[in-house]
């Protein structure tokens, strides 16, 4: 069956580097896209690819069915749910990581 | 910075009623998607909308769901007779169409909560 697999909370501390994997089992995607989620927002993609990259604070890793968001100096703001995404035809999406952070 | 927008931000209604739920995507986008996230779930995809037909559906959008996009700027959502089990989030999404579309972002709008009493 085609899903995404995340976990479901990560806990980390202000000024650490947090890291959020995923991995999927869509034979057929390719590409991994992040999203932030605030409640009451919408989804707002952070990185994206079928290749490492970065968007400021924000590195993403790649492997060919696992990738691993990264964000750099993590603040109290950036506690949120994050989205691992693939993508085939249709968007995939994982459960979503909630991201807490201690000050 | 272009966004989509979805009205209203809140529907509440009685089981057994219709709603349509409304979307304006980004205006040179050309596929159109809906998910929901229920409470505490995922989000699920229901649908996706391209050249005025749908172009892929998921188990869920069975034949008490349909879209449309009426004119050139909105793509709606109805949902014929409400269940309780309809009550959710529900995000539309645009994208445009970009030559090798692999990694064509999809656009988010903020979603419209539907509540089903």
């Known amino acids: 069956k085609d899903q995404v697999f995340q976990p479901s909370t990560v806990a980390s501390s202000e000024g650490a580097v947090v890291e959020i994997f995923c991995n999927h089992s869509?034979?057929?995607?390719?590409?991994f896209f992040w999203y932030l989620h605030f409640p009451g927002c919408a989804p707002r993609l952070l990185v994206k690819?079928?290749?490492?990259?970065q968007q400021g604070r924000y590195n993403m890793t790649y492997e060919r069915f696992s990738s691993s968001l990264l964000i750099l100096q993590v603040r109290e703001a950036d506690a949120a749910v994050y989205y691992c995404v693939c993508n085939f035809n249709k968007f995939y999406f994982g459960s979503g990581t909630k991201l807490n952070v201690k000050p | 910075e272009p966004e989509v927008t979805q009205t209203p931000s809140h529907q509440v209604t009685q089981m057994g009623q219709e709603v349509i739920l409304r979307c304006v995507p980004i205006?040179?986008?050309?596929?159109f998607y809906w998910y929901r996230q229920i409470l505490g779930q995922k989000v699920e995809f229901l649908v996706s909308f391209y050249n005025n037909e749908i172009s892929e559906k998921s188990e869920i959008f069975d034949d008490q769901f349909s879209v449309e996009r009426p004119d050139g700027s909105n793509f709606t959502l109805k949902i014929r007779s409400t269940k309780l089990e309809d009550s959710a989030m529900y995000f539309c999404?645009?994208?445009?169409?970009?030559?090798?579309?692999?990694?064509?972002?999809?656009?988010f709008g903020p979603g419209t909560r539907l509540t089903v009493l």
């Open positions: 999404a645009s994208r445009e169409r970009v030559a090798g579309g692999r990694t064509d972002t999809q656009y």
């Open positions: 205006s040179n986008h050309l596929y």
């Open positions: 690819g079928s290749k490492p990259s």
């Open positions: 869509v034979s057929n995607a390719y590409n």
